[in-house]
């Protein structure tokens, strides 16, 4: 079981930049795969981008132009998704995920967090 909690959510101009942080509970946090996804009003839910266990590989998702970084410490059992050059499309709810098994990209994932929500609006 992993109990996942982001933070790091907020209202900020076009432009702007926020880091999101998602910290896990457990001692086997260096065992999943973790992703961040988002979900924007009447939208389906997108996955934003993802880290494998040792930080060494990661996928973003193609709209985003470079302007997300996902990262990891496992010693803090965190993910971190730095997010920079905001646009109001970016507007949604974002949520980390844990996957566990070796295999990456995972084919799903199971443990999800409650989600921040991201506000870009001047």
């Not at 982001?6 to 998602?22: D, F, H, I, W």
């Not at 509970?25 to 494998?52: D, T």
């Amino acid at each position: 079981q992993v109990h996942l909690v982001e933070t790091g959510g907020g209202l900020v101009q076009p432009g702007g930049s926020l880091r999101l942080s998602c910290a896990a509970s457990g001692r086997s946090f260096s065992r999943y795969a973790m992703g961040w996804f988002r979900q924007a009003p009447e939208k389906e839910r997108e996955l934003v981008a993802e880290i494998n266990l040792s930080g060494g590989s990661t996928r973003y998702s193609g709209s985003l132009g470079g302007r997300f970084t996902i990262s990891r410490d496992n010693r803090r059992n965190t993910v971190y998704l730095q997010m920079n050059s905001l646009k109001p499309d970016d507007t949604a709810v974002y949520y980390c995920a844990a996957a566990a098994g070796v295999t990456f990209p995972p084919p799903s994932y199971v443990y999800w967090g409650q989600g921040t929500q991201v506000t870009v609006s001047s």
